[in-house]
Every structure is written in structure tokens, then in C-alpha cells.
Nanobody, 125 residues
Framework: VQLQASGGGLVQAGGSLRLSCAAS????????IGWFHQAPGKEREFVAS??????????SLDDDVQVRFAISRENAKNTVYLQMNSLRPEDTAVYYC?????????????????WGQGTLVTVSS
């Protein structure tokens, strides 16, 4: 599975962005997909994950992510989305999508086998 993240950019605090993760290769629709972010000088952190059918989602408990962000997927398009609303300067990071070997959601980086290249999100105050 090859993953391509896109949709990042510069946005003012309070604004919104929608990230996309397009997959090619096999078995995308049978894998859970996750989003992680990594700020400069920090470790990669879990943001959200969605099961292979899209029926189950899980979000980070930090920074009201579950209130502000929404993960979704369209298996017919081999694409997963991360809608990010009410963005804050502390959301500034490179955002990565990844595919796990599992069908259900997962929140640990080592559960994921395939990673996209990342897309930069910058939120100005």
C-alpha cells in the first residue's frame, strides 16, 4: 500500500482544513487508517483512526481533538479524510496518514506498517 497525504497549508487560528490520504496498491479497504502529527522537536503523536468499514473511529484525548476533528473514508475512492476545524497554533505540525495491519482502529505508531510522506499544517495566531 502506498499512501499520499495532501491538503495541508497555512491557515489562521479558528480556520479549517481538510486533509486527504489517497492510497494505491492492495488491500486498502481492508485496513484501518490513522492520522498522526509531528511538531518540530517532538515525537509523532496519534490524532485519529478509522476502521476498515468506517463504522468505528477513535480520536486522541488531547486538545479536544474529538470535538474539533473528524475522520472519514471513502473506500470506493481509496481515500481517507481528516476534517480539522477550530484550528489552533498548537495544531501546527506535519500530518501523516498510515495504514495498519488491523481492520479495527489503532492508536500506536508501531501498529502501522505503511506511512505516507506527510503534509505540513501551519496555524498562525
Amino acid at each position: 500500500v502506498q499512501l499520499q497525504a495532501s491538503g495541508g497549508g497555512l491557515v489562521q487560528a479558528g480556520g479549517s482544513l481538510r486533509l486527504s490520504c489517497a492510497a494505491s496498491g492492495g488491500f486498502f479497504s481492508s485496513r484501518a487508517i490513522g492520522w498522526f502529527h509531528q511538531a518540530p522537536g517532538k515525537e509523532r503523536e496519534f490524532v485519529a483512526s478509522i476502521s476498515w468499514t468506517g463504522s468505528s473511529t477513535y480520536y486522541s484525548l488531547d486538545d479536544d481533538v474529538q470535538v474539533r476533528f473528524a475522520i472519514s473514508r471513502e473506500n470506493a475512492k481509496n481515500t481517507v479524510y481528516l476534517q480539522m476545524n477550530s484550528l489552533r497554533p498548537e495544531d501546527t505540525a506535519v500530518y501523516y496518514c498510515a495504514a495498519t495491519r488491523y481492520t479495527g482502529w489503532a492508536d500506536r505508531p508501531h501498529d502501522y506498517d505503511y506511512w505516507g510522506q506527510g503534509t505540513l499544517v501551519t496555524v498562525s495566531s
